[in-house]
Structures are given as structure tokens and as C-alpha cells.
Nanobody, 127 residues
């Protein structure tokens, strides 16, 4: 069955960096789009970025554009989210999610578009 497992979260100081990983299994990776979302306490789940696994094309929300980079390693069925210049407001649980699509991403990922989700990984930005 479809499984997504996030890792790489933790505590980092403001201005620091983290790289999150999303290991995928149970489906044809090349036929999917993978997205990253986050949810802070008391807030809605926010779409951050998505990638076409087949083409490597990407889309970013304005809140992370220029600071976060999404990428994939198709040989390892893994998608990454490199997060630089982290701010306290980036503190949240980060989730990856998948949907079947070979299209190029055209907009910020929406929660209702994605079928399967990982369990999440906590990112805390604090001094």
C-alpha cells in the first residue's frame, strides 16, 4: 500500500537550515506529484511546494519561495525539502503527500488534491 515517511525534522536556530526527506513506497513513483505541507498549532494546513516526479518541475508558495527547495531522487523514491534561512514562524509539523499526476505543477498544492499523507515531522525554529 501507499506509504510516505517523513524524516529530518528537529530543533534549529533562526537563520539555520534543515533538510526534510519523504521516502515513498507502494506506488509507481514516476506517476506522481509529491507535495510538502505544514501545519502550525491553531492554523490551517498550508501547502508549500510540489514537484512532478517525472519531470522535476516545481511550484512554491510565496511564503517559502527563495528559501525552500524541493527536489527528488527517483532512484531512491525520495523527495526532499531543503529549508534555509529558517524563521520562528516556520515552526510547524511538516507533511509530505502524494497524488497521481504526470502534469507539471501549476499552483500551490491544495490539501484536498492529495490522496495519501505521511505522519509528519516536527520542525521547531527557536533560539
Amino acid at each position: 500500500q501507499v506509504q510516505l515517511v517523513e524524516s529530518g525534522g528537529g530543533l534549529v536556530q533562526p537563520g539555520g537550515s534543515l533538510r526534510l526527506s519523504c521516502a515513498a513506497s507502494g506506488f509507481t513513483f514516476d506517476l506522481s506529484q509529491i507535495a510538502w505541507f505544514r501545519q502550525a498549532p491553531g492554523k490551517e494546513r498550508e501547502g508549500l511546494s510540489c514537484i512532478s516526479v517525472r519531470y522535476g518541475s516545481t511550484y512554491y508558495a510565496d511564503s517559502v519561495k527563495g528559501r525552500f527547495t524541493i527536489s527528488r531522487d527517483s532512484a531512491k523514491n525520495t523527495v526532499f525539502l531543503q529549508m534555509n534561512s529558517l524563521k520562528p514562524e516556520d515552526t510547524a509539523v511538516y507533511y509530505c503527500a502524494m497524488r497521481f499526476s504526470t502534469a507539471h505543477p501549476m499552483g500551490v498544492p491544495e490539501r484536498h488534491e492529495y490522496l495519501r499523507w505521511g505522519q509528519g515531522t516536527q520542525v521547531t525554529v527557536s533560539s
